[in-house]
Every structure is written in C-alpha cells, then in structure tokens.
C-alpha cells in the first residue's frame, strides 16, 4: 500500500532563516505531487504541483519554492521566512485526474 | 481557474439529525467532486467522491449528489454522531484538455458540530 511521509511535524523558526521540509511517498511510482498551506485551520491553499521529476507548477507567488529531485520526493524551501509563512503546510499526492489526494501528517510552521 | 464556493461555514444539529453541505463551482470542464474530513490538528481524508457521469453516490451514512446543469453539489450526512463533528471541505478538479493535471480547488471548509 502507498504512504507518505512528511517532516518535521513541528517546526519554529524566526524571520529570516531558511526552510526545507521534505516529503517522500512509498508504493507508488511517478504520482502527482503537491503542497498546501492551511491557515488557520480553515483553507487549503495549493502552492505548488510537480508532475514528474524536475517539473513545478507555482500557483502563489511568494517566497518559497519547491523542488522534486527524485520521483517520489518533494520538498518546499525558503531563503528567507517572513512571518506570515506562518501555517499548516500539507504534502499530498495522487495517482493522477480524477483520483483523490492523499495527505501526509502535516508540518506546523511558526515563525517568531 | 476553478472557484469552489462552500456553505455555511458552520452548522450546528443534534445528534441523530442530518447534515447538508452545499459547494458550488464555476468551472463547467470539472469532473472529479471529492469530500474530504479534517479534525483537529490532522491531515484531512477522503470520505467520499464523485465522479461527473454519476448523479448520486452513497456509503452508508454518507451521500453525494451532483448537480452538473446547475454546478453544484452537496454532501449529506444522516444519523449524525458527536464523531462526526470536523471541518468538512468540498474540492473541485478538471482535467480538461490535460492541463490541470488534477488539481484540486477546495471550498473554504464548513465546521460542523454534532451535540449529544
């Protein structure tokens, strides 16, 4: 069976420093990838999709990034935190159109 | 792009009442209607889908219904429970002409509260 994993399940880092979560997806091969930003608890905003390896799709424009540099790999990355990346931040994938998305555990981002 | 509308942002009913939650979309190329339960602190999960050559879809205590012409749909919830209270999030996708690849658009949530 297919699972994600996503880390670290908590972070706090103040403004300014860089970020790397990661994510990594087991069972399946060449899946959808995504993440989400949830703000206060309400909201799933879609940051950014890859998919296939090297291949990002940006729907906000802001200050973080994301890369795949392997199939089943996604990470999200930031030279510099503002406080309002501040968030509940969701990996997820999928088989393709028309299939569900399947969430990993969450990172909780507070920036101080 | 896609713009799913969803209400009401709360309900409240007793427990053993029905539940309905509408969501309405913009994009008439979508075809993919999934429903999705997130409790506190969680990741949200699949509770149920939809896809767009089917009107209604049961499980259990859980149906969807699809209304293309009028593009809406709505989840209903029957016999509700104090464990079915969560924040419910409808979603919308189309993979028209191959270039969405399937992402989903979601409504702004509805946190539904079931008192015993």
């Known amino acids: 069976s297919q699972t994600i994993h996503q880390w670290p399940a908590t972070l706090v880092q103040p403004v300014g420093s860089p970020l790397s979560l990661e994510c990594t997806v087991e069972g399946t091969s060449n899946p959808n990838l995504y993440w989400y930003r949830q703000a206060a608890g309400r909201g799933l905003q879609l940051l950014f999709y890859?998919?296939?390896?090297?291949?990002i799709s940006s729907e906000v424009p802001q200050n973080l990034s994301a890369s795949r540099p392997q199939d089943r790999q996604f990470i999200l990355s930031s030279k510099k935190l503002l406080l309002s990346d501040s968030g509940f931040y969701l990996c997820?994938?999928?088989?393709?159109?028309?299939?569900?998305?399947?969430f990993g555990n969450g990172t909780r981002l507070t920036v101080t | 792009g896609e713009n799913v509308e969803q209400h009401p942002s709360t309900l409240s009913v007793q427990e053993g009442d029905s539940a309905v939650i509408k969501c309405t979309y913009s994009d008439s190329a979508s075809n993919y209607f999934p429903w999705y339960k997130q409790e506190l602190g969680k990741r949200p999960q699949l509770i149920i889908d939809i896809r767009s050559n089917v009107g209604e879809k049961k499980d259990q205590r859980i149906a969807v219904t699809l209304n293309k012409t009028a593009k809406h749909f709505s989840l209903h919830i029957t016999e509700t429970q104090p464990e079915d209270s969560a924040v419910y999030f409808c979603a919308a996708s189309s993979n028209a002409g191959g270039t969405s690849y399937g992402k989903l658009t979601f409504g702004q949530g509805t946190i539904l509260t079931v008192h015993p």
């Open positions: 890859s998919v296939g390896i090297g291949q």
């Open positions: 997820a994938w999928s088989a393709g159109p028309m299939s569900p998305l399947h």
